[in-house]
């Protein structure tokens, strides 16, 4: 376990006010939990700012009727091989499908592989969610 480190902190009254109803909002238990996210937060955002290895999520939703959408899809994501780690694909319904790509790399082929997904006509929503390799955070 990381050797751990206290230090203080000065905050407006009504700033330590809000931040505590935020961490009760967001079930935190303690303070320093949720400072630890919060710079975690920060330091990721960091990471896709300086194009390091990441790791993220596109989640797509699309109707999968729609004739050749899927095939286009999947041709999309041939292209991108080299940072596509997994795929899932739920059916929600008769018509729509849930589709979860997980990808590892350089943010910038992650950005463009979600935007080339998102600009895809019948694709309904499709977003892409930062994360770390958990290495440098």
Request: aromatic content about 6%.
């Amino acid at each position: 376990m990381p050797q751990l480190v206290r230090f203080g902190v000065s905050l407006e009254k009504d700033l330590l006010f809000r931040f505590d109803t935020f961490l009760k909002e967001k079930k935190y238990t303690n303070r320093s939990e949720a400072i630890r996210d919060l710079i975690r937060e920060d330091l990721v955002k960091k990471q896709w700012q300086e194009d390091k290895e990441i790791a993220g999520t596109i989640t797509m939703i699309y109707n999968h009727h729609k004739r050749e959408l899927v095939n286009k899809l999947t041709d999309i994501q041939h292209g991108f091989g080299g940072i596509i780690i997994s795929t899932q694909h739920i059916h929600l319904d008769h018509h729509n499908c849930l589709e979860i790509i997980a990808v590892k790399g350089r943010p910038k082929a992650a950005q463009e592989l979600a935007d080339t997904l998102k600009a895809v006509k019948w694709v309904k929503h499709a977003t892409l969610s930062m994360s770390s390799t958990g290495r440098d955070i």
